[in-house]
């Protein structure tokens, strides 16, 4: 059996993957995302895909001729063509719960950047300006303690990071399909999640129902001074109505791991905002995060050649 990882793998990753698929018996190769030739030659004679975040389309279908299965590294399955797969007979399957909690970490380290000015102030300090800030930004720092947050889907990620919020003196709601009593925090509807939260943290799908929806109805019903935290999908949010807001003075600031469109436009406004911190949608990349999804890959692979039920099959 073959399986084509199709990421820029760092030399880690590359270790991972290859001392786990022997493991497990499969032939496993990785091809850089921007290596169009290396792809089609190596998904040629492929039975598994290993999707990151570049698109699955009916055209990468087609170049695998072979392919059973496209099993996502990850939960978000919004850059496969789920309805392509199941047309051409194509398993998908992802993985839950496996990279819960890097980005519940990422999502913490954002909350704390955001609120520590630390993107205004690292640069700053390399500069040799670090004892003559801007004195406005300063006043705009502040601690999570005493601090609202609400998060927007309430799953393993939020969940866990619910309790250590918790314990530094935060105080947390959350807006999700249903309450979970066993949970910390509690629950509430999204539109008093808006305008109750210090700190809005989203951490659902992207659908068709979730797209947009922090618009600027949603930003404009937010606390002043309150910050958007997004680790999820990138068209959860409107980024020109959160652009405005943000340099309005209505938001105190944003913390961002993905983006409408990425790799993100570095002429994205976004980025040249001292109130904003970003990252290159890596809250999820993590060497640990990284074993358990290949566990759980190659437990699938194994499955496949044996005609056994897939874990967490999608189609």
Known sequence: MKAVLQY?????????????AAAAGVQAVAVDETDDAGFAREIADADVLLHVL???????????????LVQKLGVGVNTIDL???KAAGVA????????????????????????????????LTRAGGGWAPDLDQIDGTGEIAGRTVGFVG???????????LEALGATVIYAARSAKPDLPGRFV????????????????????????????????????????INTARGDLVDEEALLAALTS??????????????????ANPLLALPNVVVAPHMAWLTPETLDRSLAVAFDNCGRLAHGAPLLNRIV
């Open 154 to 164: 309430y799953g393993s990620s939020a969940s866990r990071l619910g309790r250590a």
């Open 249 to 266: 003075g209505h938001l105190r600031g944003a913390g961002l791991d993905v983006f409408a469109q990425e790799p993100v436009d570095p």
């Open 92 to 123: 998908v399957a992802n993985m839950p719960g496996t990279n819960s909690q890097a980005v519940a970490e990422m999502a913490l380290a954002l909350m704390l950047a955001v609120l520590r000015r630390l993107s205004y102030l690292d640069p």
């Open 189 to 228: 509807t999204f539109e008093t999640l808006v305008t109750q939260a210090d700190i809005v943290s989203l951490h659902l799908p992207l659908t068709p129902e979730t797209h947009g929806l922090i618009g600027a109805r949603a930003l404009a019903a937010m606390k002043p001074g309150a910050i958007l």
């Open 54 to 68: 570049k698109r699955v389309t009916p055209a990468t279908l087609a170049a695998g001729p072979k392919l059973k």
């Open 83 to 85: 309805e392509a797969c």
């Open 8 to 20: 820029r793998a760092s030399a880690g990753f590359q270790a991972a993957l290859a001392r786990d």
